[in-house]
């Protein structure tokens, strides 16, 4: 197994009036070149947890991370309009608690947080602030809801 450091958290950035089934995730990483999804886990609207990748398999999610991360996305992150919001519904906020404390409990090193956390420090003040975000993802702060 692989020495796993972060459990990053992201976003499908798909409107919350839009679904993005499994196979569609699939045919979108496959375009961009990958083999396959390239998180580890998918968690849909429904709350359902899918596992997409196998966790000895280094992922393909957070450009400099994935060697030693698990990645998990949540089915959505835009609102109706297009614009980054926590769309998160009540089941998949359980269903991600659940997760990653089950994976917190299997790798008690690991870190959890949003790919946002991984945007460069521009000012260079040991914070990466809004300003500095490459996106929004997972368009909520990760460590103060874990």
Not at 32 to 41: E, L, Q, S
Not at 98 to 114: T, V
């Given at each position: 197994?692989?020495?796993?450091?972060?459990?990053?958290?992201?976003?499908?950035?798909?409107?919350?009036?839009?679904?993005?089934?499994?196979?569609?995730?699939?045919?979108?990483?496959?375009?961009?070149?990958?083999?396959?999804?390239?998180?580890?886990?998918?968690?849909?609207?429904?709350?359902?947890?899918?596992?997409?990748?196998?966790?000895?398999?280094?992922?393909?999610?957070?450009?400099?991370?994935?060697?030693?991360?698990?990645?998990?996305?949540?089915?959505?992150?835009?609102?109706?309009?297009?614009?980054?919001?926590?769309t998160r519904t009540p089941a998949q906020r359980s269903?991600?608690?659940?997760?990653?404390?089950?994976?917190?409990?299997?790798?008690?090193?690991?870190?959890?947080?949003?790919?946002?956390?991984?945007?460069?420090?521009?000012?260079?003040?040991?914070?990466?602030?809004?300003?500095?975000?490459?996106?929004?993802?997972?368009?909520?702060?990760?460590?103060?809801?874990?």
């Amino acid at each position: 197994m692989r020495k796993i450091t972060h459990l990053i958290i992201h976003c499908s950035a798909t409107r919350a009036d839009r679904e993005l089934p499994v196979d569609e995730l699939e045919a979108i990483h496959r375009r961009r070149g990958f083999r396959g999804i390239g998180y580890h886990y998918y968690v849909r609207k429904d709350g359902t947890v899918l596992g997409t990748r196998s966790l000895e398999i280094t992922g393909a999610h957070c450009r400099g991370q994935n060697a030693h991360s698990i990645g998990i996305c949540y089915e959505g992150g835009l609102d109706a309009r297009g614009n980054p919001a926590d769309t998160r519904t009540p089941a998949q906020r359980s269903a991600l608690r659940l997760l990653a404390a089950q994976l917190l409990k299997q790798f008690p090193d690991a870190r959890l947080c949003g790919h946002r956390d991984f945007s460069p420090d521009q000012n260079g003040n040991g914070e990466i602030e809004p300003e500095e975000w490459i996106k929004q993802c997972p368009c909520f702060d990760v460590s103060r809801e874990f």
